[in-house]
């Protein structure tokens, strides 16, 4: 973890977010003294990989047909 002043983290932010990204840590002083961390942000969850169910589901022919009259009342009230 380095630390630098201010002025250097306003003049050289893109480059520090690179830094950061490549999973360095950056302390940001004012005056000498630590007043903020920058860091990578960490994933909230995996990557969604598709086809994982593949042929385990199975959708009938008919899902999408019209209710029955009776079902559809009962619905609609």
Do not use: C, W, Y
């Amino acid at each position: 973890m380095r630390q630098i002043n201010i002025h250097e983290a306003k003049t050289h932010l893109s480059r520090l977010v690179e830094e950061v990204a490549n999973g360095d840590d950056i302390v940001i002083a004012k005056a000498g003294k630590p007043v903020a961390r920058l860091v990578a942000i960490e994933p909230q969850h995996a990557p969604r990989k598709f086809g994982l169910l593949k042929g385990r589901i199975q959708i009938a022919d008919d899902f999408d047909a019209p209710l029955p009259a009776d079902l559809l009342d009962t619905f609609e009230g």
